[in-house]
């Protein structure tokens, strides 16, 4: 059974920084894509970040570029989000989730990790 | 970006009922869209794919159709456990993909 295990958040202050890590349980995590999406308090979900089976294609929604840095370690089936330059607005629940084939819906997710950004 | 709205924001209804979800894209995404299940406090779950391929594991009282930029989500007789928030996500523009609003089914 694949299993997704995020790990990281908690509480920032606005300007610093976090780094996420999800630890993939998954017979040819080398295989698949993979990608970070959040859930502000209350609101919908919102895509953030891919990156590629071999890591070389990452893709960050606007609204993270420049800030955000999605990497994965495949020696360890793990994939990371680097967060900096925190904004209250990046508070939410972080899920990784599996990109399946195509067409590259989202079919397994962790089960997430709580950002808080405050002073 | 391509918009997804959903509707109804929100519905109550009995166990039993016949539920239907719409999704409209504010283009036509072909059948990239995929449907998900969200419970409080848990990760999003995916239930349709392909705008109608039934998610191994899934009921099949879920059903999806559409194509374009209208899709609908429909639980043929709903259940205890069908009580959640669900969402549609469009996959055309991929790696920009986009999520709708979602639509949250309460107990009547």
């Known amino acids: 059974e694949v299993e997704l295990v995020e790990s990281g958040g908690g509480l920032a202050q606005p300007g610093g920084s976090l780094r996420l890590s999800c630890a993939a349980s998954?017979?040819?995590?080398?295989?698949?894509?993979m990608t970070w999406v959040r859930q502000a308090p209350g609101k919908g979900l919102e895509w953030v970040s891919y990156?590629?089976?071999?890591?070389?294609?990452?893709y960050n929604a606007d609204s993270v570029k420049g800030r955000f840095t999605i990497s994965r370690d495949n020696g360890k089936n793990s994939v990371y989000l680097h967060m900096h330059s925190l904004r209250a607005e990046d508070t939410a629940v972080y899920y990784c989730a599996r990109v399946a084939a195509a067409p590259w819906d989202f079919d397994y997710w962790g089960q997430g990790t709580l950002v808080t950004v405050s002073s | 970006d391509i918009q997804l709205t959903q509707s109804p924001s929100f519905l109550s209804a009995s166990v039993g009922d016949r539920v239907t979800i719409t999704c409209r894209a504010s283009?036509?995404?072909?059948?990239?869209l995929a449907w998900y299940q969200q419970k409080p406090g848990r990760a999003p779950k995916v239930l349709i794919y392909?705008?109608?391929t039934l998610q191994s594991g899934v009921p099949s009282r879920f059903s999806g159709s559409g194509s374009g930029t209208e899709f609908t989500l429909t639980v043929s007789s709903l259940q205890p456990e069908d009580f959640a928030t669900y969402y549609c996500?469009?996959?055309?523009?991929?790696?920009?993909?986009?999520f709708g609003g979602g639509t949250k089914v309460e107990i009547k």
């Open positions: 392909a705008a109608s």
């Open positions: 996500q469009q996959l055309h523009s991929y790696p920009r993909v986009t």
């Open positions: 990156i590629s089976s071999n890591g070389h294609t990452i």
């Open positions: 283009q036509g995404i072909g059948i990239y």
């Open positions: 998954i017979f040819k995590f080398t295989t698949y894509w």
